[in-house]
């Protein structure tokens, strides 16, 4: 079994009868890791979190999860999307207990398994609120929240904080990382932000090029414990935001050449 929690292999993947939207793409992901992909617009960024899903057959090569190779849905990770995918007829705990119920877990487990993670979250209060009631970055704790309630190996992000605000942003920023430090779980983020990249990430992926494939890999060596609010001033992340910026500006070049 290969020792990668996540293992892409020459993936090849489009859409209909249309051209490949990425190709050649290759990466692989280990067990507490956070890596960040980014890329120019539309080249193919969420494509990639949907093969890693199951939510998009590949058209050639592999892609494995914790060494088997994924044939259809995969139900083993959490998925947060930037949309707001809260029922709003139900509870915030209700909300983020509904995977628990698919799974068949009992309402006492389930009960006590939400109030853990609300109060994780800062959320211990709002458990009984509906979706409406709820501000901007108290929706984005209750999405997380529900993502990461059957404990996956890995979660899957899709600029899940785009819509918010600065000062919210670099709240969710703090928990995100914050949390999945405790209960141990990988995470692979897409966005456009490359100062969000470089703050959370273990590792920043540039792809890049039509049909898009990984361009350039930049390593964060600033550890889980990262001081996310003074972060930024350092020289070091500093250079590593010019880094990443350039590899993007040389990833936007091939897409533009490409086509």
């Known amino acids: 079994m290969s020792a990668d929690l996540l293992a892409l292999t020459d993936v090849r993947m489009g859409f209909g009868d249309g051209p490949d939207v990425v190709a050649g793409v290759s990466l692989s992901m280990s067990r507490n890791e956070f890596v960040s992909i980014v890329g120019p617009s539309g080249c193919g960024k969420s494509t990639i979190l949907n093969a890693v899903a199951g939510l998009m057959p590949v058209r050639g090569g ?63 209060g709002a458990g009984r609120k509906f979706p409406a009631q709820l501000s901007g970055g108290m929706k984005r704790r209750a999405l997380l929240a529900r993502s990461m309630i059957y404990q996956p190996d890995l979660l899957l992000m899709d600029e899940p904080f785009a819509a918010l605000d600065a000062q919210l942003r670099t709240q969710m920023h703090r928990e995100l990382r914050s949390t999945v430090a405790r209960t141990r779980q990988a995470v692979l983020f897409v966005t456009h932000d490359i100062f969000e990249a470089v703050l959370l990430s273990d590792r920043v992926i540039v792809i890049g090029g039509t049909p898009a494939a990984p361009t350039a890999e930049v390593d964060i060596p600033f550890g889980a414990d990262r001081d996310i609010e003074g972060l930024r001033f350092d020289p070091q992340f500093v250079s590593l935001e010019k880094q990443v910026h350039d590899e993007l500006s040389r990833a936007r070049t091939l897409s533009r050449v490409a086509s």
């Open 62 to 124: 592999t892609v494995t999860y914790q060494g088997e190779q994924i044939r259809g849905v995969n139900t083993a990770v959490g998925y947060m999307t930037q949309g707001d995918t809260l029922l709003p007829w139900r509870t915030v705990e209700d909300n983020v207990a509904m995977p628990l119920r698919l799974r068949g877990v009992n309402k006492a487990e389930a009960r006590a398994k939400v109030a853990e993670l609300l109060t994780m979250l800062d959320l211990d």
